[in-house]
């Protein structure tokens, strides 16, 4: 499995911008996709975003769609979320998997494909 290790989590005000990381260390090439989750309180955990480790493409569920974006660095095996107007229902914890599972569609991927999930971070957004 890899381990996986998150940073950039914050407390924030509404509008704000947040920038997440995840360094991925282990057997990166035995991986085909990395995503982001979220979980506030009472709530189901949720994807955010997932990206394709080889060709890059990615994945945005519609509450994400034209405010975050997913990207990689294969150089440093690290995935980036760049969250950009926050706001106070994007509260949660964040957290990144990586998937051994190969799909065609990106957007294809369930929770239970992944297999190595790093040990999430704290995003609060409030005035």
């Known amino acids: 499995q890899l381990q996986l290790v998150e940073s950039g989590g914050d407390l924030v005000q509404p509008g704000g911008s947040l920038r997440l990381s995840c360094v991925a260390s282990?057997?990166?090439?035995?991986?085909?996709?990395i995503a982001w989750f979220r979980q506030a309180p009472g709530q189901e955990r949720e994807e955010v975003s997932c990206?394709?480790?080889?060709?890059?493409?990615?994945y945005y569920p519609y509450f994400a769609k034209g405010r975050f974006t997913i990207y990689r660095d294969n150089a440093q095996n690290t995935v980036y979320l760049q969250m950009n107007d926050l706001k106070p229902e994007d509260t949660a914890v964040y957290s990144c998997?990586?998937?051994?599972?190969?799909?065609?569609?990106?957007?294809?991927?369930?929770?239970?494909?992944?297999?190595?999930w790093g040990q999430g971070i704290q995003v609060t957004v409030s005035s």
């Open positions: 998997a990586a998937s051994r599972r190969f799909k065609q569609n990106v957007g294809g991927y369930r929770q239970s494909d992944f297999d190595s």
């Open positions: 282990g057997p990166t090439s035995e991986y085909y996709a």
């Open positions: 990206i394709n480790f080889r060709d890059s493409s990615t």
